[in-house]
């Protein structure tokens, strides 16, 4: 009997706390009924507020996913500008609860920060912009010249790499900020600047920056997933969040768009029928709002429509989707069923 009493004991302990992990997973969102999302508020194809205060921007459509998925409610989210350096502090501390913005993964973060990159926001790429134009698209025009990055980032191992490998003698001077490293290019401290497209489409837009008279270069030093970030801590966050991101891409994959999305409602396909809630244990099991994919899509539409409003054809930017496109398109933006 006491055997059985202590198996039985046993047994609520471990139900009790798998619960309490659970609702504890979302505990900082919950609790100040808010989604908190970094990301970089200077940058304008990531995150800006329009004239009446409302969040748009790449980042912000996807904070509001999160804030349907977790709250049930698109608006119940915030952005915070958080910097390359401080990102570990942020998402540890829990100031933040994902980070999004223009964050590449290196093997050195997965090792050694509290951190964790969870699935892909979009594919970038590292490119240059010069100041004053010129008509040539040669690179060894700008041998010698300085470059602007910044330090101790992917973009600034790459742009070492690319120097050394086409012999480009550049002098390159390293900022330990985005806002440095494009404030000593707007001062002309340097003839180039270089890191990912996002960035180098946003200074070359800039108001400030078309007083200069500033040309973004076809050069491509690299192409490089851009992910968003979760504590380690947190591992059922972290679940959540994959699937979170997956969602849009798989409604694309399965030609699920804002246009058609009621059509697909109540279909028996087992991944669709997950994923828009008609059968909710899934989302549930993640304490997770069961329709929230139906809301977003119908707000912010799939992850192409996402892509083409904010970087696209049907923005001020017109980045080539290219490799953004799904794998079944050409690109290498993978999808994974919910099932």
Request: no cysteine.
């Given at each position: 009997m006491k055997l059985i009493l202590f198996f039985l004991t046993i047994a609520i302990f471990f139900n009790n706390n798998i619960s309490w992990a659970k609702s504890n997973s979302l505990r900082y969102p919950m609790s100040r009924n808010r989604v908190v999302c970094g990301t970089d508020t200077s940058n304008k194809l990531l995150a800006y507020k329009d004239e009446i205060g409302s969040w748009q921007g790449f980042d912000a459509d996807i904070c509001r996913?999160?804030?349907?998925?977790i709250l049930g409610e698109a608006e119940a989210f915030t952005l915070q500008n958080i910097s390359g350096k401080d990102v570990v502090k942020a998402l540890d501390s829990g100031q933040i609860d994902v980070m999004l913005g223009n964050q590449v993964i290196s093997a050195k973060q997965e090792v050694t920060h509290p951190v964790v990159g969870t699935d892909v926001l979009y594919i970038d790429k590292q490119i240059f912009a010069e100041r004053h134009k010129s008509d040539t698209n040669?690179?060894?025009k700008y041998k010698k010249s300085n470059v602007c990055v910044v330090a101790n980032s992917n973009d600034y191992e790459n742009l070492y790499d690319y120097n050394q490998k086409y012999a480009m003698e550049f002098n390159i001077l390293k900022y330990s900020t985005a806002a440095e490293a494009k404030q000593a290019f707007y001062l002309g401290r340097c003839q180039l600047i270089s890191g990912s497209e996002i960035y180098i489409k946003s200074i070359a837009e800039n108001l400030v920056s078309k007083d200069n008279d500033i040309r973004v270069l076809p050069e491509i030093i690299s192409y490089r997933p851009v992910y968003a970030y979760v504590?380690?801590?947190?591992?059922?966050?972290?679940v959540a969040a994959k699937w979170i991101l997956n969602a849009p891409k798989l409604a694309e994959q399965?030609?699920?768009?804002?246009?058609n999305i009621d059509s697909f409602i109540g279909i028996r396909s087992g991944s669709v029928k997950n994923l828009l809630g008609?059968?909710?244990n899934l989302w549930k099991q993640m304490d997770l709002h069961p329709d929230?994919?139906?809301s977003a899509i119908k707000q912010q539409g799939n992850f192409g429509e996402i892509y083409e409003r904010n970087f696209g054809k049907h923005s001020e930017y017109k980045i080539e989707r290219d490799k953004n496109n799904l794998i079944e398109n050409g690109g290498i933006i993978n999808t994974l069923p919910f099932i």
């Open positions: 996913n999160f804030a349907l998925a040669s690179m060894q504590a380690k801590a947190n591992p059922e966050f972290q399965q030609g699920i768009t804002s246009k008609s059968s909710p929230w994919v139906v």
